[in-house]
């Protein structure tokens, strides 16, 4: 009996298609891994993004609630609105402003209340049907809690026994004697989840009143969530909030963060949604960290994860999650994989059929393809190889396909590659893409150069987004065209580029380059619809440095040589030393402390007399802000008021001047009986101007302060007047609308003073005091001194003389023929009461401004 033996054909097969599927799986191994990498790292940059823009909008959502809540508490306390017994004017108060402001505004809030020490009670919310409901505890409902239709009047239930100072949100503001948020509750007026935000109010002897309790619907947080990028632009994402408790406050799928039947706020643990169950498993293991990256496996998908802390001094203690598929974040590379995996499929069959022809010329290429595969794991840093081709037709076939499906898997991991280390806009390196090439091992010479644009905000509030855009493109191309060919160029963020100049032992070329680069931006960009000059601050830092150092030292120092250049006029550069890393850690300190000084009424405003140099009347005041420290006393307006333009904060600080400066005014022009032409100067921000509620603003410290719009004029500066923004510009007219009056100071120290006063419609114009005293001994200053003045009498608007000290100075403006004088001889900056009664005891028979 002959024993079976193997067919040549299989013999010869055999071994080849071993090979070959070794090659195969190297290859498609290669692929995964290195993609993989590269999708994890584009979703942990995507997820850093949202959650950062999910605690944005999570804080302004919150945030706005407090600032209506204290302007409240502070109208109730001044106008002594809660009278014991009597919730009448507490209920007209509350009702307009729910109905005015709040309910067409401000949706995420479900009713304002106000309880009282003395156990009175008025709340208002909006009822399940959409109809306004009113909530009375007083002497007119005999101590009973009483709800009505708020339109009709109609009686709707009574409680008998209703103490709000027993209710929670009541108990710990009276207690804590400061505002703060509750816990999260079911309302016990309906099945919504909420927060509410509560507010001690007190008389001006600092005695308790009551407390002031705003409830928040958290349902509009889960509306924020759904509006994310991330969830527009990916199905798979979601996002969440909890709290210590594990209890869902807001999810992007609503229903998730709806109350149970039986009114018990869902917890994250019991989520219907498989998801969330599985990523609020795994933040157990972070171990409270206040920012971190995880990811979870859920129905064989793999999801990245981003946990972040929200913390606030008013209790709030929340953890946002967000969270996307890695499926997502690249579906078009795994379509050309799966296409890839057919390709070779469909070639290793080919390639069986030609090996049984010529086994000796297809061994040599399938080697040589698993020497190509093995380096394809390197990722696209690997240098390119391909297969020789052959003789043989067949063979000559399958390593070209091979060689053309290597390149197409290389130009994959290339396009994955540059979403990871270049930015989108310029083209230029990103941060992480400079990092990259920055990885030296050995110390070495270089010299960083931080450049941040100048007035890049004013662009985009112009021209808009895209313009800005094609401006950042066209600086990145003017600034890699003027460097040398070593040097590094990139994009570290919004209007931020970065320079890595290497080998600066020769000082004179290094610092040429530096020339040049500044010298960029001399000659305005043209973009598709406009040529736009814009300036740049530099930042400079020189030394020795590994990668490491570069990464973890040169960046910081660059930053630093950067922000103390934007300190200054524009366009100046600074070169780093050790005192400016001080100087940014005082910063951020009163930065920080700023929030808390405005919260708690550290700030006050001070005023200075307007005096007439003719007859020596008081014609107004100019409302100037001071700041106590209680650690570090006085700090002057010139170190704060910078660091409140950086952050923001000025927005906030400049309203609240403006407010407070109305309000003290209006009375004393009622109490003493000040004539029509008496004013108040306040100073306003560039960022004020630009906001889109500027005006509205501005309306209604008028309407809360009875002050006349033509009593409050608004000073600027010629240096916000430089930059000639179109939105500055069309809010400067809507004031002169309104008949505020505007007037320009420090009037001579600007580039083109005089064509400022055809644009605007200026009805003052402040004099800078150096004109002043140039002018004491100096004809020919005095001669440029007058001429100011000639121009405002043409101009039928009043000169007003800043810094007059002395007798010989107002004598010298009388000759002159100046309107106002303003200075330490007619009264230093003092809190109303204390300026009033210096005025009175220096000028017993002050008249009013003529």
Known sequence: MSRWRMPLWVALALPFGGVLLIAIGILIGAQRLTSSRLIEASGRNLLFATSDHMRAEVVSHLNVIFTLQLSMADLLARQDLAREGDMASVQTLFSGHFKSVYRPHFPQVGMIQLGTEQGDFFGIKIGPDGRLQTFLKDRRTAQRLISYDTETGAEQAVIQRYDPRQRPWYTPAARLGKPRWTEVYVSSFGDSTSISATTPVRQADGRLLGVLGTDVSLGDLSALLQQLPLMREHPSALAYVVDPQGRMLAHSHAEEARPDTQGQILKAAQSHHPLVQASYAALATLAGADAADFSVEQGGQRYFGRSTQLHDERGLNWRLVALVAESDLNVQARENAQLALVLVLALSGAGLLVGLLVLRRIAQPIRQAASVATLLEAGPEAPPAVVEPSRIHEIATLT???????????????????????????????????????????????????????????????????????????????????????????????????????????????????????????????????????????????????????????????????????????????????????????????????????????????????????????????????????????????????????????????????RQAAVEVARLMQEHALGEGFVVHVNVSQRQLVQADFIDRVREVLDRSALPARALVVEITESLLVEDDPVMRATLGELQSLGVGLALDDFGTGYSSLSYLNKFPFTEIKIDRSFLVAAQGNARSAAILKSFIDITHSLQVPAIAEGVETEEQADLLRSLNCTLGQGYLFGRPAPMAEMWRQWVATHPGAGERA
């Open 400 to 658: 070209e396909a091979f060689n053309a499906m290597s390149q197409r898997i290389r130009a994959q991991l290339g396009k994955l590659h540059d979403m990871a280390l270049l930015d989108a806009v310029t083209g230029l390196p990103n941060r992480e893409g400079l990092m990259a090439a920055c990885r030296w091992t050995e110390r070495r010479p270089v010299t960083v150069l931080l450049f941040g644009v100048d007035r890049f905000r004013a662009v985009n509030a112009s021209l808009g987004p895209r313009a800005g855009d094609e401006l950042l493109r066209l600086i990145g191309v003017r600034l890699r065209s003027t460097c040398p060919a070593e040097a590094l160029v990139g994009r570290v963020s919004g209007d931020e580029f970065l320079v890595v100049l290497p080998g600066t032992e020769d000082r004179p070329a290094t610092e040429s380059c530096i020339r040049s680069l500044r010298g960029c931006f001399n000659e305005p960009f043209q973009t598709d619809t406009d040529e736009v000059l814009v300036g740049a601050s530099l930042g400079v830092v020189s030394a020795q440095a590994s990668g490491v150092e570069f990464e973890r030292d040169l960046l910081r120092f660059a930053s630093a040589a950067l922000q103390k250049a934007k300190s200054g006029e524009r366009g100046q550069r600074v070169d780093f030393d050790e005192s400016l890393l001080e100087r940014n850690r005082l910063a951020a300190e009163l930065t920080a402390d700023m929030h808390v000084a405005l919260a708690q009424g550290q700030f006050q405003v001070h005023f200075q007399p307007l005096v007439s140099l003719e007859n020596g009347a008081l014609c107004g005041l100019e409302a100037l802000l001071r700041w106590r420290h209680p650690q570090r006393g006085a700090i002057g307006p010139a170190q704060f008021i910078p660091l409140a333009e950086e952050s923001g904060l000025i927005v906030e600080l400049g309203h609240w001047v403006m």
